[in-house]
């Protein structure tokens, strides 16, 4: 059992680790930001669930005992990662792209990042829109 323990431990450290460094290689290799997005908010996530099963399986095969800590982290990374990257990628997106530049969505609205009225805009304009 402690052999089986070990080479499944060891598989997902491994499997995490060749995800992580596929994320870092991406988030370096990539041209802009909207591209750079994807390695670390997908590849990089998977390495780091990886190494926090690698951990529970751990301590549950191995030390007789269930650790929440990985759980928590789990759950804050897969919270985390998905709303930065949105908010990254709405930030270049009022930065850099026009809103002509886009593709029509095909709905009554179009996308949300130009939808909201300036900040500059009046309390009164906020109401109208």
């Not at 402690?2 to 994320?23: C, R």
């Not at 994807?38 to 269930?66: C, D, E, N, R, W």
């Not at 990254?88 to 593709?103: C, D």
């Not at 990042?113 to 309390?123: F, N």
């Amino acid at each position: 059992m402690t052999l089986f323990a070990e080479i499944l431990i060891s598989v997902f450290i491994v499997v995490s680790g060749i995800f992580g460094l596929v994320g870092s290689f991406g988030l370096v290799k990539l041209r802009d930001s909207m591209q750079r997005l994807h390695a670390p908010t997908k590849a990089t996530t998977v390495g780091v669930g990886g190494a926090l099963v690698a951990s529970m399986l751990y301590f549950i095969l191995l030390k007789g005992s269930f650790s929440f800590h990985e759980l928590l982290i789990t759950l804050f990374l897969f919270l985390t990662a998905p709303i930065t990257a949105n908010f990254i990628s709405k930030a270049f997106m009022a930065r850099n792209i026009r809103p002509q530049e886009l593709p029509q969505t095909g709905r009554d609205y179009g996308w949300a990042v130009y939808d909201d009225p300036p900040p500059s805009a009046t309390l009164e304009d906020r109401q109208d829109a």
